[in-house]
């Protein structure tokens, strides 16, 4: 009907949008994933610190240079993704390294069990620390592009209205996607990360440090996704729990294009996007993620 022909461009257009920043977070765990075949439920939590990061950075340079608004807002976000890099990095060289590579070998179930545990207990250590450290209410990184829409004509009789805000970070999530693909596969480091996830056995007798590898592959892929976090953070007000929210996603989007794949993880989080807003034309807004009930069934089948 005609309601239904106004409502679907609208919705398609904010569906592409919202699913590129999905598909940047998912990149993030499909690098995980790709390279280290671990599964890490704290992955929405990391993404909840690269929030808290943006809203802090975005902070102290508006405190400092005066400026609020332009491009501030997404170099506090891209500066995020460094720095949850060092935390990634580390939590891995302390904590991930003792349940995965070699030493998984060792373990039941080829140590998935006990990434299942210990990744859980860091996503209720990180929820509780980030609890008390900044509180419970609701913040996001408002700017006045949060606010502003473009005007987009649709054919004769539809107009579209675009949030500015979302329409950046879209573009800043398709910008890193291709920043990260070039990397996996043209420099020495990706090489080095595609070999050691291809065969780790026999990337250590090329002089490839697999360990290393593992490290760097976990603290990209906690960066990548932190910065999709700060992307969401512009639009969306957060809270120490909201990684809930997000690890789901994630995880229906990486099965959903393939397990380990960049480029299907970027699609399948498109796809998670565009089905959440075409479902609000039938159901209501606050239901809208039971449309993923039927696309997040292959990912608990994919997980036991």
Known sequence: NASTIETTPPATVAGLLVGAIYGLMCVGLALIFGVMRVINFAQGDFMMLGMYGAFYIFAALTAVFGVSGGVTPYVAILLTGPLLFIVGYAAHGLLISRVSGTRSARLDGDGHYAQLILTLGIALIVQNGALIAFGSQLISVRTSLS???????????IMLFVNQARGVAAVVSVAVIVALTLLIS?????????????????????????????????????????????????????????????????????????????????????????VQQLSTLILPTQLQNLSLIHISEPTRHALL
Request: aromatic share 8%.
């Open 186 to 274: 043209r420099s020495t480091l990706g090489k080095a990360l595609r070999a050691s996830a291809d065969n780790p056995e026999a990337a250590t007798y090329m002089g490839i440090d697999v360990a290393r590898s593992h490290r760097l592959a976990f603290g990209l892929g906690v960066g990548v996704t932190a910065i999709a976090g700060g992307l969401l953070a512009t639009t969306l007000p957060f809270q120490p729990f909201v990684g809930l929210d997000y690890v789901i996603v994630m995880y229906a989007g990486v099965v959903l294009g393939g397990m380990g794949s960049i480029g299907g993880a970027f699609l399948g989080g498109m796809t998670i996007g565009l």
């Open 147 to 157: 606010s502003a829409a473009w005007t987009v004509p649709f054919g004769d009789e």
